[in-house]
């Protein structure tokens, strides 16, 4: 009865659960990528927006410090 159409189930089933396996692992190292390359652009951003609020309290004080000054009665 055979006539050399032989459909091999098992052996689909396991191309497909292997391919599929494949399609995952490849979106998670994308998506670790993507994380990673996020974070990377994240921290210097951070560093320079902590930078510039501590150079920003700095000129602040400075100019309260010769506005007091300005007005301070001289001695």
């Not at 979106?27 to 150079?55: F, H, I, S, W, Y």
Request: charged share 15%; aromatic share 4%.
């Amino acid at each position: 009865m055979s006539n050399g159409s032989n459909i091999d189930v098992a052996g689909a089933i396991n191309t497909l659960t292997e391919t599929f396996g494949k399609l995952f692992q490849m979106q998670m190292d994308v998506a670790n990528t993507a994380l990673k390359a996020l974070t990377d652009v994240a921290e210097p951003l951070g560093k320079t927006a902590t930078d510039l609020v501590g150079n920003f309290a700095g000129a602040a004080t400075q100019v309260l410090q010769s506005v007091s000054s300005a007005i301070a009665p001289k001695k």
